[in-house]
């Protein structure tokens, strides 16, 4: 059993022999580059979030729903797209931080709303 073996495409032997060549070498990553993605993204999924979350608070739960459906699938198309076209990450990344927010403000208003789930998002 060879434990470096993955059907996985984003795991692929291809994938990382592609990583160690940099296509142009003026681009560089930093650390400071990184936490500034990161936060640039989780405050995009911070906005998806809160935005489906209100329309719970306000007691529309069809357009929740609606929204929570369009993050679920809008958000596993873009992952695929990402994984086999991983040069459009620049702009696929913040797409799809945006769809998982609007599903995870959907799950979680959700449960949120369940009699025994009440207050669990908030605690």
């Known amino acids: 059993m060879n434990l470096n073996r993955s059907s996985n495409p984003v795991l692929s032997e291809n994938i990382f022999r592609k990583s160690g060549v940099a296509a142009d070498s003026s681009q560089v990553m930093t650390v400071k580059g990184t936490v500034n993605k990161i936060f640039i993204m989780l405050l995009l999924v911070v906005l998806g979030a809160g935005y489906t979350w209100k329309f719970m608070q306000a007691g529309n739960v069809s357009t929740m729903t609606t929204y929570l459906w369009v993050g679920a699938i809008g958000g596993f198309i873009t992952a695929l797209v990402t994984v086999f076209k991983p040069h459009w990450s620049p702009v696929s990344a913040p797409i799809y931080a945006v769809l998982e927010g609007l599903f ?20």
Do not use: K, T
């Open 104 to 123: 995870l403000g959907g799950i979680s208003a959700f449960f949120n709303a369940q009699p025994q789930f009440h207050n669990i998002v908030l605690n």
